[in-house]
């Protein structure tokens, strides 16, 4: 009995304690978390410059080299010094230091570099004795003897030479090359780079400033030595680098030191300019054709042509509702809006007319240039401006770059003026006013060569 009063005292003292324990309180709610946003890294002026292709990377360093900007290798590839050399170039005409080139910019130096390489005469050229490809200032150097043993250019008293070399032998090392041509009477160096296969050097040589580059392949080093009096360093300096740049000592083959050849069939874009089938367009798009038609109306005839400008005039006969664009006052202004017919393999085999947005930029030596170039088959395609007025005529042209690469296209912009005037000399009474359907008046060119 007293065992059960106990169990039960215990059950009881149990109850009571477990009502005055306090209720299990409820689970706390978790804090929210608060989330940061991370923002994504910002794009340097060199993502921006890995972004273009190959080829517009080595334009644009071709260009800063002969605007004075760049004293690097052309070869596109992206580095601190390209990014600073466009920031230079920004500075130098006001811009901002962004160390990227709007298309303004761009417009801009490509028309800065193309004045000191035209006052040079820029060519490029294959020896024919050596083989080999390089650079020459043809106005720089107009006299030139060859032998077996290479080439010579120079100015006619010598104050600047270009010699091409070549040398057979075995056992050929690019230091004992090098230390023989720093050997070199009267040479004093200041900078030198060996590789196995190749070698720089510069510095002066009896007051006059020198440059050689050497190129072994097998058992044969091939040269170029440019010699300059100090005088001509201002013209020279980027003369120079787009020398080195573009000597190939041992190109692929003979062809690769030649302009590229035009294709047998090139299509183009040309503005009706009369009701009775005068058309004007580009014309190296319709130059060395055996046969020009003008899709859906037939054969043309180039009835005139204007080398300087680069302007040409056909005709076709006995076509039928055709539109001539009106050729107003409109002006180059910033923002254009070009109207042609792009190449057939750009828009699946058709034949629409279509338009794209380019920035125009007024370059130092006066032409005008557009960026982006558009696509082939725009070579002749209308520029509208945003009032609605004709602009110019698109043109586009190679452009030759000092470097390892295949030229690359610049579009650049005849004027209204220009144009009008081209075709009002040869007997063609143009419309004035705005171009109320710019695309009515396109019509697809065809150039049919050899």
């Known amino acids: 009995?007293?065992?059960?009063?106990?169990?039960?005292?215990?059950i009881l003292l149990a109850s009571a304690a477990h009502a005055q324990s306090p209720a299990p309180s409820a689970p706390a709610k978790p804090k929210p978390v608060t989330t940061v946003p991370v923002r994504p890294a910002l794009q340097t002026p060199a993502d921006t410059a890995k972004s273009m292709t190959q080829a517009e990377r080595l334009s644009i360093q071709s260009d800063l080299a002969w605007t004075g900007n760049y004293n690097g290798a052309i070869n596109g590839e992206v580095s601190d010094r390209m990014v600073n050399s466009i920031k230079a170039f920004q500075k130098n005409n006001g811009g901002k230091e962004?160390?990227?080139?709007?298309?303004?910019?761009?417009?801009?130096?490509?028309?800065a570099a193309k004045k000191p390489r035209d006052n040079v005469g820029w060519k490029i050229v294959t020896d024919m004795v050596t083989g080999a490809k390089l650079g020459i200032p043809?106005?720089?150097?107009?006299?030139?003897?060859?032998?077996?043993?290479?080439?010579?250019w120079q100015s006619a008293s010598g104050t600047i030479q270009v010699l091409l070399?070549?040398?057979?032998?075995?056992?050929?090392?690019?230091?004992?090359?090098?230390?023989?041509?720093?050997?070199?009477?009267?040479?004093?160096?200041d900078y030198s780079a060996v590789k196995p296969d190749f070698f720089v050097l510069s510095g002066l040589q009896n007051q006059k400033k020198f440059y050689v580059r050497g190129q072994i392949k097998g058992d044969e080093v091939r040269m170029i030595t440019i010699l300059y009096d100090q005088a001509t360093e201002g013209t020279m300096e980027p003369v120079v680098i787009a020398m080195s740049s573009a000597f190939e000592a041992f190109p692929a083959s003979a062809q690769a030191a030649a302009p590229p050849p035009r294709k047998k069939v090139e299509y183009a874009s040309g503005i009706v300019v009369s009701a009775e089938g005068a058309i004007v367009t580009d014309r190296q798009a319709v130059d060395g054709c055996l046969s020009i038609t003008v899709a859906g109306h037939g054969n043309a005839d180039k009835i005139a042509e204007d080398k300087t400008r680069d302007l040409a005039l056909l005709r076709i006969y006995g076509a039928r509702d055709?539109?001539?664009?009106?050729?107003g006052a409109g002006a180059a202004k910033p923002d254009l809006t070009l109207v042609g017919i792009a190449d057939p393999q750009n828009q699946g085999g058709g034949a629409a007319v279509s338009s794209v947005k380019a920035a125009a930029a007024q370059g130092a030596n006066g032409e005008t240039t557009l960026s982006p170039a558009p696509g082939i088959g725009f070579a002749g395609?209308?520029?509208i401006d945003n009032d609605g007025a004709f602009a110019g005529l698109t043109q586009l042209k190679p452009t030759i770059v000092a470097g390892p690469a295949p030229a690359a296209t610049q579009a650049v912009l005849a004027p209204?003026?220009?144009?009008?005037n081209f075709v009002k000399a040869n007997g063609v009474a143009a419309e004035t006013g705005k171009a109320s359907d710019a695309k009515a008046s396109m019509v697809r060119l065809i150039c049919v060569r050899k």
């Open 1 to 10: 009995m007293r065992s059960i009063l106990s169990a039960t005292a215990m």
């Open 98 to 111: 962004t160390g990227v080139l709007n298309p303004q910019e761009r417009g801009l130096l490509a028309a």
């Open 138 to 152: 043809g106005k720089l150097v107009p006299q030139q003897i060859s032998d077996a043993g290479g080439s010579k």
């Open 165 to 189: 070399t070549r040398r057979k032998e075995e056992g050929l090392a690019s230091p004992k090359l090098a230390e023989a041509e720093r050997k070199q009477p009267g040479r004093k160096l």
């Open 322 to 327: 055709l539109k001539p664009l009106p050729l």
């Open 381 to 383: 395609a209308a520029a």
């Open 416 to 420: 209204t003026e220009i144009v009008r």
